[in-house]
Structure formats: C-alpha cells, structure tokens
C-alpha cells in the first residue's frame, strides 16, 4: 500500500510538472509555437471544425451536456480547465449556487473573470490553479464540468482518484475528450506525434481509459461523434470539398448519433466522446 502511494505521488509531481510546460505553451501565440507539421495538423483540426459546426454535431454535445448538468439549483460547480470559457461557463455560472473557473492560464482566467463580473454573478469566481495541488483548498464539488481536460493527463489513475476525492457523494462528472479507438485514427496520431509539440500532454482516451473510469464512475450516459462521419474531413480540406463533406457528412452522422450512445464498436470508430459520470461510493481502489 505504502509503494502504490509512493507511486502516486511521483505521478502526481510529473503532470504538476508538465501542467507548468503546458501553462507556458498555451499561454505563447499559436503562430509562435510547434513547426510545420503542427501547422498542417492545426490545417486539419481547422476542417474537422467546420464539420463539426456544419453538422451541428458541436450543438449535439452542448444539447447533451444541458441535460446531463440538469438542476443546478443550489449545487457548488467546478469548470476544470476552462480557459477563457467554455460555451456554457456563463449558463453554468448562472444556474449554480456556486461557480468556480480553474484553469492553469492567467490570461485565460482574467478573460473569464472579467465576463463573471460583466454578467454580475456573485457566487461566481475564475481562478488560476492547479487541480492536482496538493493544497488544492476548495471543498468537495457536486459537479465537475470538464471540456477536453480529462485527455491532457498521462497518468490517468491519479487524476480519477483525485476527480473521486473532490467530488461529494453521487457528484457528477461531465465530460468531453477525443478518443484513439478506431485503427485509422491511431496510426494518424501515431504518424503525427513525433512532430508533435504538445505531445506530452496528449492522451486520448483508449478503451482501456474508460475501463479505468469505470473503476471510481458510473458511466450514466455516453454520446461519440465523428464516427463515420470523420471521412467528411479529408473531402472538406479539397478544393471545392466542402459542399459535398457536409452533404455526406450529414447522412454519417445521423448514424453515428444513434450508434455510439454505450461503449461498443459504434464507439470505437468515433473520434470524440462526451460522458456523465456518476461517483461511484464503492470505488475499486
């Protein structure tokens, strides 16, 4: 027991240590950082947004996530990683008897602080933090709302238990993460990460994550996209390709909705998943 701890916490001290290199990265202009090879891949990202938001796919996942978040009437809510904000900081902020932004960018947090105070939420604050301190001194949370963070940390064991720990008992998780489950996609991100700079910080999730979720969660509910409809991207990055990747794209797409709501194949083939997680009070430590 005394090693599994010892080990914890040097996994701990190593994503405190990238989160400090991650901090630094984030907060550099993006035309300054990475090389030409992230160039082409920021290219890419570019396309598979503009899928995404001409499928509607990205209102798809705030639709899921409103009612996943249900009632937030009196309930204390952590926004993990948020930046500047999210698309439903504010809506979040609103509702909750409690709202706190975390994120490791000062720049980011003045940004979100300043749209608190424009809104007048009193029980709403953005602050800069660290979520794995180990003086981490907020109560435990009913909810935590974290928008493509859950993916950024290797050691994902540690940060569950950690998730586990701040929440209050039957809190909630609601979440956002790419996957590396389909074969085409793990050999572009094998491909790609030699190039890449901000690989140490990248670990999207695998089926043996969600195994490891399941551990400390119950995974209430489950919605991937970019399933099929991923194939849209390459067609939307041709000339004259965008036209016809949404016309595809969107018959694709209706399938995957209904495919990839429980871990399974239809899953597997998407590119992004979003969860509500459930703590779990008999936690498999």
């Known amino acids: 027991m005394t090693e599994r701890v010892r080990d914890d916490d040097l996994e701990r001290q190593t994503m405190l240590d990238r989160n400090l290199q991650q901090r630094a990265f984030y907060d550099t202009p993006s035309y300054q950082r990475g090389n ?43 926004d993990l990683g948020c930046y500047a904000g999210n698309p439903l900081s504010l809506e979040i ?6 709202y706190l932004g975390l994120d490791l960018s000062a720049a980011g947090i003045t940004q979100l602080q300043q749209q608190l105070e424009q809104e007048h939420i009193p029980h709403a604050t953005a602050q800069v933090g660290d979520f794995l301190a180990r003086d981490f001194p907020y109560p435990p949370f009913d909810v ?102 949404i016309r595809v794209g969107r018959r694709l797409h209706a399938w995957d909705q209904h495919a990839a709501t429980q871990p399974g194949p239809g899953l597997w083939r998407c590119l992004h998943v979003a969860m509500h997680l459930r703590r779990r009070d008999d936690a498999m430590w």
């Open 36 to 78: 030409v090879i992230t160039g082409l891949w920021r290219r890419a990202r570019r396309s598979l947004y503009y899928v995404r938001d001409h499928l509607q796919i990205t209102a798809l996942i705030e639709q899921r996530h409103r009612e996943w978040l249900g009632d937030l009437a009196g309930k204390r809510v952590l």
């Open 93 to 98: 902020a609103q509702q909750s008897a409690c």
């Open 144 to 245: 935590v709302y974290a928008v493509s963070v859950l993916h950024h940390f290797e050691h994902f064991d540690t940060v569950l238990k950690l998730l586990h720990a701040r929440l209050v008992p039957g809190g909630s998780v609601i979440t956002t993460d790419p996957l590396n489950t389909c074969w085409s996609i793990r050999l572009v991100r094998r491909l790609y990460r030699p190039f890449q700079s901000d690989a140490a910080w990248e670990w999207p999730f695998t089926q043996r994550s969600l195994a490891q979720i399941e551990r400390y969660f119950e995974i209430e509910a489950v919605q991937g996209v970019m399933g099929y409809a991923k194939w849209a991207v390459p067609l939307a990055m041709l000339p004259y390709g965008r036209g016809p990747a």
